[in-house]
């Protein structure tokens, strides 16, 4: 097999993986029990939490464990929107996961989304815009009630690196708290912790197998962390629920692995992606965000010239190559990219895109053997599509 597919998920780094796990048998005891196995488990959570919060640069208690990327968004939003009860809306780009979106829809929030350009920006001056003229169709909108922004640092489908530190820059002048969905960028670009009130991780898209994910809070905000679950006193009684102590670990432990290998995974894979978006555009296939800042890892291409997408994903996945459509969320149902549809391109258009997406264990062979793959059926494809209009 060969896995073109790292966005979605990151395949488990074995050697973290199999030590945590080595430990867990040797030590399965639940960490808010009171015995001294528990009280073990428990100080090495704390271990653990530490070495993120030192590799974000703020304190131990700023990073809460979450199971799925899903719920610390919830988390965080709900904390957000609890500490500013008068404020109805908030704003997020036209880029956001789903899961952002959701859970400020059932925050209660009325979403100002911010536009995107063709490729794929968010614009600070549509946000300095939108709060200088303080107007909108359905009324006011004034600083106070912005309970905050959010903008996704990287988009998990295009890769896009957005201008958070223009666009915190501006909400701050207005005392407005500035989140960034940090899941797709984590251990791929440096974070813009300064910057940023809030983030988001997740565990399985730095290589921890899923379980863990982490909703961080800048320091001055933690105060303001609202109780996610109750009836435990997990989390300092935010978030009941028995800790998943194998998971937070190899969570820890991926997350320093992918920062401290940042920059030469950064170094390979970018020329990989070059060569391979060559190939495609010689063969009438856009590169979705083509000019803007992206992730080195990430290839969204729209084949628009394709008329048979299934053929093309059936005879990759005859090849043994996995790639997804976009989110992997939504790739299941076929539904058009909402992100393609908000940066312009048709509705047919934004059913047509493939993304490859790579990671540590990439080689120059794997990217060799998807061009080998990709060309005959391309050409079989699009001689098709000509032949038929």
């Given amino acids: 097999m060969i896995y073109l597919d790292y966005n979605a998920t990151h ?27 528990s009280q ?23 990073v809460k464990f979450a199971s799925t990327g899903t719920e610390a968004t919830y988390w965080l ?50 946000l300095a815009k939108l709060l200088q003229s303080g107007k909108l169709e359905s009324g006011n909108l004034q600083p106070h009630s912005v309970a905050f922004a959010s903008i996704i640092h990287a988009s998990n489908e295009t890769g896009v ?15 407005i708290p500035f989140l960034s969905d940090c899941i797709q960028s984590a251990g791929k670009i440096p974070l813009p912790m300064e910057w940023l009130d809030g983030l988001l991780l997740n565990g399985h898209k730095l290589g921890a197998g899923a379980g863990t994910s982490v909703a961080a809070f800048a320091p001055m905000y933690v105060d303001d962390i609202a109780s996610l679950y109750r009836g435990g006193l997990q989390e300092e009684e935010t978030r009941a629920g028995t800790e998943n102590l194998l998971s937070i670990a190899s969570m820890a432990d991926a997350f320093c692995f992918q920062l401290e290998n940042m920059e030469k995974k950064t170094l390979r894979l970018s020329p990989l992606h070059a060569d391979l978006e060559g190939f495609l555009k010689d063969r009438g296939v856009t590169i979705a965000g083509e000019d803007s800042p992206r992730l080195s890892n990430t ?23 996995v790639c997804s459509t976009g989110s992997s969320c939504k790739s299941r149902t076929r539904q058009p990219s909402r992100i393609l549809l908000k940066m312009g391109f048709s509705e047919k258009e934004s059913m047509q895109a493939l993304r490859f997406s790579s990671g540590i264990n990439t080689t120059g062979s794997d990217f060799g053997t998807l061009k080998e793959t990709l060309a005959p059926i391309l050409e079989r494809l699009t001689r098709s599509s000509a032949t038929s209009t």
């Fill in 11 to 37: 395949p488990p780094l074995q050697d973290i993986f199999e030590k945590n796990w080595k430990r867990y048998l040797q030590n399965p005891a639940n960490p808010s029990g009171i015995s001294v196995a």
């Fill in 161 to 175: 690196i957005q201008p958070v530190e223009e666009l915190s820059a501006i909400c701050r002048s207005y005392e």
């Fill in 40 to 62: 073990k488990n428990q100080a090495f959570i704390d271990k653990k939490r530490k070495s993120i919060s030192d590799a974000l640069g703020w304190k131990p208690d700023s």
């Fill in 299 to 321: 290839t969204y291409a729209v084949f628009s010239n394709v008329e048979h997408m299934d053929f093309l994903l059936m005879g990759l996945d005859q090849a043994g190559i």
């Fill in 77 to 126: 939003v709900k904390s957000f929107a609890a500490r500013r009860p008068e404020a109805s809306h908030c704003i997020l780009s036209s880029c956001e996961h789903d899961a952002m979106i959701a859970a400020c829809q059932d925050a209660g929030l009325k979403i100002v989304y911010l536009p995107v350009t063709r490729q794929g920006l968010t614009d600070p001056a549509e």
